[in-house]
């Protein structure tokens, strides 16, 4: 498997672990099923002590059923499988063991301060490389499909349209499959795919995404500096401007950052007024200051002090929000 192709797998999963997290989606969605199966069973081919623990899970995870209890096993594989099929797309399905992560999200909830190592668990499956890059190729002007040119969307207007598409089939659902009962979920899915213009809503936005939201980026990597200067060139002649996009946010570290602050900040015992972490202190500890890849910080001058208690304070109060959008939907939570 390709570093490329490690990195996008990670990046889903840690996206499905967001979805556990934050209570919300339709992984969670599926995960919350698999937990409602155990929760409310009461055969006895159910282990005793079976609960939700918030954690990391063990190395190896064992099903929460019996060994001789056939039917129980393969209704909670049909639950695990009906989990993170419908979020993975099927070209990833054998880069990752998604069963054994899939089974972690239901019988563990990821704990805060380890989210990142959380969504590693389960590992990744070279098999799955082949055809990862999905041949396609870039309809963004002829030779620009040679060249280090990467379409990167970093004001997140793809999820946005992914988003609404999304919410649009749950409402849908809401009102076909859960108000009635007794019909089948994806069934139901189809059908509203079908008898309704969602899918050609998601196409239209999509098509228009390509086509005036997306910024491209130089992908260095291993390119010559000739391949750099032609791939700007390139950028320069389809765009007309330079790329540029405002600096992302690592969700976990921002989680982790919140954490830290509010809840596990204790009082220095020779200072009451100084704590263990500041905005400035959280930079160096949980590395945010992305600039330190690239050059040399002089960490001592006032400027870059305060340009990285900014770092801080930006990624504080994206933990926060994510914190507290957390809490608001811990009520549905299982």
């Known amino acids: 498997m390709s570093f ?6 990670l990046e889903i999963k840690r996206g499905l672990v967001l979805q556990v997290y934050l209570g919300q989606g339709m992984f969670w969605q599926g995960v919350r099923r698999a937990r409602s199966i155990v929760k409310n069973d009461k055969d006895p081919a159910l282990k005793p002590g079976v609960k939700v ?57 990821p704990p805060e301060l380890q989210l990142a190592e959380f969504a590693e668990y389960g590992g990744l499956v070279s098999e799955g490389a082949g055809g990862f890059d999905g041949g396609r190729k870039s309809d963004r002007g002829g030779s620009a499909a040679t ?26 659902l809401g009102k076909r499959y859960f108000e009635p009962r007794g019909e089948h979920v994806w069934q139901v899915f189809s059908d509203i795919c079908n008898e309704t213009d969602l899918v050609e809503r998601l196409r239209t936005r999509t098509r228009e995404i390509e086509a005036s939201e997306t910024h491209p980026y130089v992908e260095v990597g291993l390119a010559s500096d000739d391949e750099i200067s032609r791939a700007v060139r390139k950028i320069r002649t ?34 009451g007024r100084r704590r263990t972490y500041t905005s400035l202190s959280l930079v160096e500890e949980l590395k945010l200051d992305t600039a330190e890849g690239s050059r040399k910080v002089k960490k001592k001058d006032s400027e870059e002090r305060v340009r990285r208690t900014q770092i801080g304070r930006r990624y504080l109060r994206k933990g926060r929000k994510l914190r507290k959008e957390r809490e608001a939907n811990r009520g549905t939570r299982t």
Not at 151 to 160: E, Q, T
């Open 4 to 9: 490329s192709a490690e990195q996008r797998v």
């Open 147 to 172: 060249l280090p040119i990467r379409w990167m969307d970093s004001a997140g207007h793809r999820v946005d349209a992914l988003d609404q598409f999304y919410q649009g089939v749950l409402e849908e």
């Open 238 to 271: 389809l765009t007309g401007k330079n790329s540029g996009g405002a600096p992302t946010t690592d969700e976990f570290k921002a989680i982790k950052c919140a954490a830290l602050y509010d809840d596990h900040n204790a009082k220095d015992p020779k200072d």
């Open 53 to 109: 623990q918030v954690g990391l899970p063990p190395a190896q995870i064992s099903p929460p059923y019996r060994e001789h209890a056939a039917q129980r096993l393969e209704s909670w594989r049909s639950a695990i499988r009906a989990a993170w099929e419908p979020a993975v797309r099927r070209r990833y399905w054998s880069a990752a063991d998604w069963n054994k992560f899939t089974a972690a999200c239901v019988l563990y909830d």
